[in-house]
């Protein structure tokens, strides 16, 4: 027999979790499967709703402004404005004091690793402190094991933007670390736990011994950035002790992949979901779906364990499998496809005209994905939803470019939002 | 994350490139290379695109620096051993083989497979086979061979095995922790117990009681051949003994077929020879089972991992395929062909609460949540989620000297965890991660099956004809 839920949610990202958690509240049996880790871990750990609009106007001050001007298709309009809100305010309930930014509509400016501000509507409490918005001036401080975040350069970088403050770079050594390419979660897992470390000075704590490197070189700024790698499951403690020994505020800059803050996020997002209830299943792919007599619905998806199949049947299906990057869409020489329920992604026929030759152009394999009616229902090439009991939300869905508009946390989280609530709320009848 | 986009979406290892060609011509793909009659890695390595996940992932890369991860002992170390002026690097040997690299690729690379190969590699090359690390790993791999030994005479075993002279010996003559309690050896093996029982006709004659008294049609075949593993049948008989009376219950005829050491203590520590007659011994006796009409079960999350997948990755006898196909983790099995939850609605226990730890080896088999899922429905048992940490022992990895205290700092997340959630005993199915509860927090560790026994047919195991009751 198959094991039984009322809303089953395929994909673990944003758009799964935020489905999932919103189904929950419509008091049915919810289960996510995952087939890998999320691209949380890949993910910035920023919640942007709208950064830039589709031709590339912006930074947009206000997200909310643009969204009524958003062409036809694109996730925004097809779930309406009201729905991106309540999605959003649906995320601060589960975020808490995680997340900051909820104070206002205005879009936030965060330095990022490479010196550049990125617009976005969500921050992590941890890079609060470092907006680029704020005039204090800031010490910037990485690290010669750490390549990814070249201090001086970032600094240089954002005065050269025009930042209403002064950002000095250094380049450190970190106690404790030896290896040059220790990994994020090394140096993470010496702060929060505080492990001892050696230094010119003798034995000290990992924090206490890092306070003191970067005491040295503090002149008179009132906030120091360092990558985001300050703890993990005590980041805020990490955060408020390297605060307390230098006297100054201390932020985060958010970090290429793999990325502590979308690994918090992660956390944050899974914790919720087993306080919801809600049943999770990872490591295993959903591979095959079976309808019922008439065609129409799905009645049970299939779950390959290295070969056994697992058949798993719910009333409602949501399809939150990520784009390109997670494989929820795929590519072969003749064609794009959605390799689960082979739902229709419309391309070109030609794949030369999948891309075009500026790598930073409008590229339109950015926007391939499913076509959804207003109820995120996949469409196919006639129009018709592909099942009725089966939604789509975040990276699968086409019609807009999240790396250039900067939209990808807003458009998982509005549109599982949606997916989530309309499949609850249909699950439970 | 764009231009990874369009690398993801241009380099993908499958498609040639074709720079050149124009779209008008007619493209017919050539085949450039003879196939492969080894074990070929290459599009598993070309997958690979750096992002680093299972760096993230690696329960030893975040305690100590020195080991480079996961992504270079895969992908990055497989290209380097293509050039004759690099060896196999010896930091394989600190991977413990916990496999949630696996599951945290999110491009197909198949990490534990490369690692499981190059380990192999490099003990067959460049390990003295005269080296007490290598013969401690050989001992250790091997712990099957000794077994049968101390479970002959487990008292003495236990006593001599107890004795700090003993320990100290370990560690000193053979880089053994000290730190660690050898595990005790049952007086009575399982398999010794099932003979005395009656093997596999009292399990008919049971089985057909139950299907009888369950309304079901009683010449209905269902049968099982139970792996059971070295641990269950040396150590803990009564996790086996528990699996013999659930699914009894659920009027199945229990099979004991021979088995070898499921391999993967020697997957490992790179003993790959060894493992590969394991794996013939198991995958001759399985098949046969499944000849017979029954499917395979196991009880250890490792065991079944490896039939799994470790089996098919690195071996193809005869029947490998099929056998790892019709391997199933005892709970998973009775989910799907029973209705295991409905049954255990309306049973209760004592009331008890259970720190849960989900096995790495689970995790991959996507059970993490089943345990919680499946208990939920007994009155008075409450068993809470410790994480997902890992618990760091991973098999034999945390026997030896040298990686004790990584073991321990791994460990030390589910330590704190299982000390925070309100219950005093521990609960998981994986036979070393229970060592590693145990040694941590000194609480008594229980293994699933057995809750569900108890719930289903009772806690008093020598009158287990009642076996209908307790409902």
């Known amino acids: 027999m198959a094991i039984e839920d009322d809303v089953l949610v395929i994909g673990g990202g944003l758009a799964g979790a935020t489905a999932a958690l919103a189904a929950a509240e419509q008091d049915v049996q919810v289960r996510l499967i995952t087939h890998k880790q999320s691209t949380l871990r890949h993910a910035s750990g920023l919640i942007d709703v709208l950064g830039y609009t589709p031709e590339g106007d912006g930074p947009l001050v206000d997200p909310f402004d643009a969204l009524a001007d958003l062409p036809d298709g694109h996730p925004y309009e097809r779930v309406g404005a009201e729905a991106v809100r309540e999605a959003l305010s649906f995320f601060d309930d589960v975020a808490g004091e995680a997340y900051a930014g909820a104070h206002t509509d205005a879009n936030a400016l965060v330095p990022t690793h490479g010196g550049t501000v990125k617009p976005t509507a969500r921050y992590p409490a941890s890079t609060a402190a470092g ?9 910037l401080v990485g690290f010669e094991t750490l390549p990814d975040f070249e201090a001086p350069l970032a600094g240089a970088h954002l005065e050269a933007a025009g930042v209403p403050f002064s950002a000095r770079g250094v380049t450190l050594s970190f106690p404790g670390i030896v290896r040059d390419d220790a990994k994020v979660t090394r140096y993470a897992h010496l702060l929060d736990q505080n492990e001892s470390v050696s230094t010119g000075a003798g034995e000290t704590g990992a924090r206490e011994a890092l306070a003191a490197a970067v005491e040295a070189h503090l002149e008179d700024e009132s906030r120091v950035g360092f990558p985001a790698i300050l703890g993990d499951d ?15 505020d201390v932020f985060e800059v958010p970090m290429g992949p793999p ?20 049943r999770v299943t990872s490591g295993v792919p959903v591979v095959e779906y079976e309808t019922g007599a008439d065609g129409d619905r799905i009645d049970h998806v299939v779950v390959d364990r290295t070969g056994s199949k697992l058949p798993h049947r719910a009333d409602q299906y949501v399809l939150a499998t990520g784009g390109l990057v997670g494989k929820g869409v795929r590519s072969e020489r003749e064609r794009v496809y959605e390799p689960l329920f082979d739902c229709h992604v419309p391309h070109a026929a030609d794949r030369y005209d999948w891309f075009v030759d500026d790598v930073f152009g409008d590229q339109p394999y950015a926007r391939f994905g499913l076509r959804v009616d207003r109820e995120l229902r996949p469409l196919t090439a006639d129009d018709e939803p592909e099942f009725s009991n089966l939604r789509a939300a975040g990276a699968v869905l086409s019609g807009y470019d999240f790396a250039a508009e900067k939209s990808g946390g807003g458009v998982s989280l509005a549109t599982g939002y949606v997916a989530g609530t309309r499949a609850g709320e249909e699950g439970g009848e | 994350m764009r231009a990874a986009d369009a690398g993801e979406f241009m380099s993908d290892a499958e498609h040639p490139t074709d720079d050149g060609v124009s779209s008008d011509d007619e493209f017919e793909p050539i085949q450039v290379f003879p196939e492969a009659e080894e074990m070929d890695l290459r599009p598993g390595a070309d997958n690979c695109y ?96 000794l077994a049968p030994l101390a479970a002959a005479f487990p008292r003495t075993a236990n006593f001599v095995m107890g004795l700090s002279v003993t320990q100290w010996l370990g560690e000193k003559t053979l880089g053994i922790t000290g730190e660690r309690e050898f595990p005790e050896f049952a007086t009575e093996t399982f398999r010794e117990w099932w003979t005395k029982r009656g093997g596999n006709a009292t399990s008919k004659q049971r089985a057909q009681e139950a299907r009888a008294e ?33 699914y009894e219950h659920f009027g199945y005829e229990v099979m004991v077929p021979e088995q070898s050491c499921s391999g993967t203590p020697m997957f490992a520590n790179g003993m790959l020879e060894d493992a590969r007659r394991a794996a013939e011994t198991n995958v001759r006796e399985l098949a046969a089972a499944l000849e017979e009409g029954a499917d395979i079960i196991a009880s250890c999350s490792s065991c079944s991992m490896s039939i799994r997948q470790e089996y098919p990755e690195l071996f193809d006898f005869e029947g490998t395929d099929d056998v790892a196909a019709n391997t199933w983790d005892a709970v998973e099995y009775l989910r799907v062909h029973e209705d295991l939850e409905g049954e255990l609605e309306g049973t209760s226990l004592e009331d008890e609460s259970f720190a849960y730890h989900a096995p790495c080896h689970s995790r991959n088999q996507g059970l993490d949540g089943q345990t919680i899922e499946v208990l939920g429905a007994i009155d008075g048992i409450d068993a809470h989620d410790v994480g997902d940490s890992c618990s760091g022992i991973s098999g034999t990895y945390g026997w030896k000297e040298e990686n004790y205290e990584t073991s321990m700092k791994i460990g030390e997340e589910m330590f704190e965890h299982m000390d925070d959630a309100p219950a005093e005993t521990g609960l998981t199915e994986c036979p070393t991660c229970s060592m590693q509860m145990e040694h941590g927090t000194g609480y008594e560790i229980k293994h699933t099956l057995e809750i569900i026994a108890a719930a289903l047919v009772g806690t008093d195991l020598e009158t287990d004809h009642d076996h209908q009751q307790a409902r």
């Open chain 1, 259 to 278: 990325s502590l803050p979308g690994l918090r996020l992660e956390d944050l997002l899974y914790e919720a979901l087993e306080d919801a209830g809600v």
């Open chain 2, 50 to 145: 750096k992002c680093s996940t299972c760096d993230t992932n690696c329960p030893v890369a975040e305690v100590d620096d020195e080991f480079p991860g996961p992504k270079f002992q895969g992908p990055e170390q497989w290209r380097l051993k293509r050039q004759d002026d690099h060896d196999i690097d010896d930091s394989v040997m600190k991977c413990s083989n916990c496999m949630r690299c696996d599951s945290a690729c999110p491009s197909e690379v198949p990490l534990s497979q490369m690692h499981n190969t190059a380990r192999g590699e490099y003990v067959d090359e460049h390990m003295n086979t005269l080296s007490r690390e290598y013969i401690r790993n050989r001992i250790l791999a091997n712990y099957r061979r």
């Open chain 1, 234 to 248: 005590h980041a805020a403690e990490v955060r408020a002790d390297l605060a307390d020994a230098l006297g100054v």
């Open chain 2, 214 to 246: 369950r309304g079901g049609a009683t010449d209905e075949a269902k049968r099982i051949a139970y792996f059971h593993g070295c641990y269950s049948n040396y150590n803990t008989p009564e996790v086996a003994k528990a699996l013999v009376r659930v």
């Open chain 1, 131 to 139: 907006l680029a918005s704020d005039d204090r001036d800031a010490l």
